[in-house]
């Protein structure tokens, strides 16, 4: 069992950067697929990015590619998310998730909320114009 913590969401102004953090209780240093997603109210999730962790294989939706990235920290267990040039349209919970996958060579992860095991319980962000 992996047990996921979000942190670092808060308000801030459009094109003010801020980084999230996932924090895992267990390591999740290689073949993990951990994703971002997000959530507005009145629609499902959907992911914004997800990493395949100790190959560094990455997918980012099309949104948020160039502002976004994500990326892992071995030594603290840690898949941050960083937000550069945040729009109002990226106001949301931002919830990571995560899954051990055996990916073949060059797969990414799969960005479907069902395909992922472990949840952590989000953070708000909202972004200001």
């Known amino acids: 069992q992996v047990q996921l913590v979000e942190s670092g969401g808060g308000s801030v102004q459009a094109g003010e950067s801020l980084r999230l953090s996932c924090e895992a209780s267990?390591?999740?240093?290689?073949?993990?697929?951990v994703g971002w997603f997000r959530q507005v109210p009145g629609k499902g999730r959907e992911v914004i990015a997800n990493i395949y962790t100790g190959s560094g294989r990455t997918y980012y939706t099309e949104s948020v590619k160039g502002r976004f990235s994500i990326s892992q920290d071995n030594a603290k267990n840690i898949v941050y998310l960083e937000m550069n040039s945040p729009k109002p349209e990226d106001t949301a919970i931002y919830y990571c998730?995560?899954?051990?996958?055996?990916?073949?060579?060059?797969?990414?992860?799969?960005?479907?909320?069902?395909?992922?095991?472990?949840w952590g319980q989000g953070t708000q962000v909202t972004v200001s114009s």
């Open positions: 267990s390591s999740i240093k290689s073949r993990y697929c």
């Open positions: 998730a995560a899954v051990w996958r055996y990916l073949m060579y060059g797969a990414i992860c799969s960005g479907e909320e069902s395909a992922y095991k472990f």
